[in-house]
Structure formats: C-alpha cells, structure tokens
C-alpha cells in the first residue's frame, strides 16, 4: 500500500509539475496570441475593403462601357443625319464582329475570392482600350469629313454680291446696244456708283484688271472648281493672291467697260463654264 501510494503520488507530482508548467507557457503566450488575433482581424478587413475596391471598379468598367457605346450610338446618329456612311475599312466598336461584352457580375459576397471577376475585368479593360481606339478613329474621319464639308460650304457662293436691282438675268437677252439677241452670263445689279462690292464666298484674288466689254473686273478663285466674277467696277480694295471671306469688301461699283450705268456684272463659273448666278444666292 505503502509502495503504491508512493507510486501514485510521484506520478501526481509530474502531473501537477507538467500543469503548472502548461499553465505558465500559455500566460506567456497568451498575449501574442491576442496580438495575432487583432493582426489576422485587420488583415481580414483590408481584405474585404480590396474585396470592395475591386467590386467598385468592375462598376466603374461597365459604367465606362456604357458611355462608350452611348458615344458610339450618338456617332452613328450623327452620320445619318449628315447622310454619311462608314467606310469599308471602318471596324465596329469592339472590332471585326465584336458583340458588346457582357455587364460584369459584382454580386461575389466579399468574403468569397474575386479571381474569376479580376480575370474578367482584365479582358473587359483591354477590349475597352480597342473600343476607345475605334471610336476616336470614328470621331476624327467624322471630323475631317464635316472639316471638308465646311470648307466646301464656305467656299461656294452663297450671297448677293451688293444690295441692287436685277437689270440683266442669266442666259439669253436682247442686247441694248445692237439690239441683237446674245447670250448673257451672269447678273446684272444695278446701285449707285461706289456701292461696295461684297465677296460671295472665301477664296483668293486670282485676277485683276480689264477684261473686254466687262471693263475692270476683280476674280475670286473659291477652289472646288468654282470662280466668281465681279466686272465694270471702279476700284478694287484687293490685290492678286490675297485671301478674301464671305461678306468682306473687295471693290466699289463703276461704269468701266461697256456700260448703260453703274451696276456690276456678277458671273458664277463652275469648272470654267458660266452658271446661273441665281442659284447661287440664298438671302
């Protein structure tokens, strides 16, 4: 009994001894444990806050997307009601065939991994990348086209020359000096004598001087083709090579030339063959 009690109480020593030795460890141990708590806390709200971080940019993806197709759908607008159609060579917005890609999904609980989201994100970025190469290059063929149709616009007669009565129309008369039948090819405004002469349309003085039965004429080369002609007048503001626009002053009213009164003879020429000046004037 003796040796038995013996027995039990050393192994209830080690027993008490491995305790309190356990006891020990976990009271020095506690307070990393706690420390590696609040670290594993704060790494997990960092986490669910990238989580967020990457949620709201997929929103901000689509968000994008959307604005490019409705930029696309406003160009599209644009061409027809200018009538203008896309070349051949003009790929659509997400390329050759390219459908719109789908609104990413941003409903991924933050506590579930975003991998198949951030994949998608990165195709969807690189597709909007092409989508806004498109769509500049749409932009700046659009621009250079309605560029082309306002130089074209401001470059064709459009105006009277001077505020006047019509003495002579386009085309056939009876002259008033022979009395023979000719064909006349422009317009006659009769005005007081020094009315000034305005430019129909931008161009460039291309001549200067006296032309036959026309007296001093001044000429306005307005590319595309067409050049006006301002005949009997009696003095020109102007010289050779000098750019003029619509409205600008460039020559007073006279008699030079063959003349029954101070007027100016106004010829449209559209590749060098006289046109009726009438069409022409707008106002």
């Given at each position: 009994?003796?040796?038995?009690?013996?027995i039990?109480?050393?192994?209830?020593?080690?027993?008490?001894?491995?305790?309190?030795?356990?006891?020990?460890?976990?009271?020095k141990?506690l307070?990393?444990?706690?420390?590696?708590?609040?670290?594993?806390?704060?790494?997990?709200?960092?986490?669910?806050g990238?989580?967020?971080?990457?949620?709201?940019?997929?929103?901000?993806?689509?968000?994008?997307?959307?604005?490019?197709?409705?930029?696309?759908?406003?160009?599209?607008?644009?061409?027809?009601i200018?009538?203008?159609?896309?070349?051949?060579?003009?790929?659509?917005?997400?390329?050759?065939g390219?459908?719109?890609?789908?609104?990413?999904?941003?409903?991924?609980?933050?506590?579930?991994?975003?991998?198949?989201?951030?994949?998608?994100?990165?195709?969807?970025?690189?597709?909007?990348?092409?989508?806004?190469?498109?769509?500049?290059k749409?932009?700046?063929?659009?621009?250079?086209?309605?560029?082309?149709?306002?130089?074209?616009?401001?470059?064709?007669?459009?105006?009277?020359?001077?505020?006047?009565w019509?003495?002579?129309?386009?085309?056939?008369?009876?002259?008033?000096?022979t009395?023979?039948?000719?064909?006349?090819?422009?317009?006659?405004?009769?005005?007081?004598?020094?009315?000034?002469?305005?430019?129909?349309?931008?161009?460039?003085?291309?001549?200067?001087?006296?032309?036959?039965l026309?007296?001093?004429?001044?000429s306005?080369?307005?590319?595309?083709?067409?050049?006006?002609?301002?005949?009997?007048?009696?003095?020109?503001?102007?010289?050779?090579?000098?750019?003029?626009?619509?409205?600008?002053?460039?020559?007073?009213?006279?008699?030079?030339g063959?003349?029954?009164?101070?007027?100016?003879?106004?010829?449209?020429?559209?590749?060098?063959?006289p046109?009726?000046?009438?069409?022409?004037?707008?106002?």
């Open positions: 009994m003796l040796r038995f009690l013996g039990s109480f050393s192994v209830f020593l080690v027993l008490l001894t491995y305790v309190i030795y356990d006891y020990c460890h976990l009271q141990t307070p990393d444990r706690q420390k590696l708590q609040i670290i594993l806390a704060n790494q997990s709200e960092d986490i669910a990238q989580r967020g971080q990457i949620q709201r940019f997929a929103d901000e993806i689509t968000a994008l997307k959307s604005k490019l197709v409705a930029l696309n759908d406003f160009e599209k607008k644009i061409r027809i200018a009538n203008i159609e896309k070349t051949a060579d003009q790929e659509s917005l997400f390329g050759v390219g459908s719109i890609p789908d609104d990413l999904d941003t409903k991924v609980p933050l506590t579930e991994k975003h991998n198949s989201l951030i994949r998608e994100m990165h195709e969807q970025t690189k597709q909007i990348d092409l989508a806004s190469t498109m769509q500049k749409g932009f700046e063929s659009l621009f250079n086209f309605l560029q082309e149709q306002r130089d074209i616009l401001s470059s064709t007669p459009a105006i009277r020359p001077l505020k006047g019509v003495t002579s129309g386009f085309g056939y008369r009876i002259s008033p000096f009395g023979l039948r000719e064909f006349h090819k422009g317009l006659d405004l009769a005005t007081r004598m020094g009315t000034p002469i305005i430019v129909t349309a931008d161009g460039i003085v291309s001549f200067i001087g006296i032309k036959g026309l007296g001093r004429v001044i306005i080369d307005h590319g595309h083709g067409i050049i006006t002609q301002y005949g009997h007048i009696e003095k020109t503001l102007k010289k050779v090579g000098d750019a003029v626009k619509r409205g600008e002053i460039i020559a007073h009213v006279g008699v030079t063959r003349s029954t009164g101070p007027h100016v003879h106004y010829e449209v020429l559209l590749n060098g063959i046109v009726n000046p009438e069409k022409y004037i707008l106002n």
